[in-house]
């Protein structure tokens, strides 16, 4: 997702970039940062998807089954989500 959306801004930043009659090199450098970061976010996003998949697996062949649980917390100063999980 993060890829996805700093990609996005990448081709934004291109776009105006292109349409400008002077070149501005605060701009090309912004471009140049996303795409940095719409790389680095399909790369961990990858690597979490190879990382679940290979639980799973290891998982299906130990013959256990996964469980996850998220449980909300409200008190008067904010509010979070606790997460468990066991694999």
Same mark, same amino acid.
């Given at each position: 997702?993060?890829?996805?959306?700093?990609?996005?801004?990448?081709?934004?930043?291109? *776009?105006?970039? &292109?349409?400008?009659?002077?070149? *501005?090199?605060?701009?090309?450098?912004?471009?140049?940062? $996303? &795409?940095?970061?719409?790389?680095?976010? $399909?790369?961990?996003?990858?690597?979490?998807?190879?990382?679940?998949?290979?639980? $799973?697996?290891?998982?299906?062949?130990?013959?256990?089954?996964?469980?996850?649980?998220?449980?909300?917390?409200?008190?008067?100063?904010?509010?979070?989500?606790?997460?468990?999980?066991?694999?």
């Amino acid at each position: 997702m993060a890829g996805a959306a700093c990609g996005a801004a990448a081709v934004q930043v291109s *776009n105006t970039v &292109q349409s400008e009659q002077v070149f *501005n090199p605060q701009d090309d450098d912004l471009g140049k940062l $996303y &795409q940095n970061l719409q790389w680095v976010g $399909y790369g961990v996003g990858a690597a979490l998807v190879v990382s679940g998949s290979v639980l $799973y697996i290891i998982g299906a062949v130990a013959g256990k089954k996964a469980s996850v649980a998220l449980v909300p917390s409200v008190s008067p100063s904010g509010a979070g989500l606790s997460a468990q999980g066991v694999f």
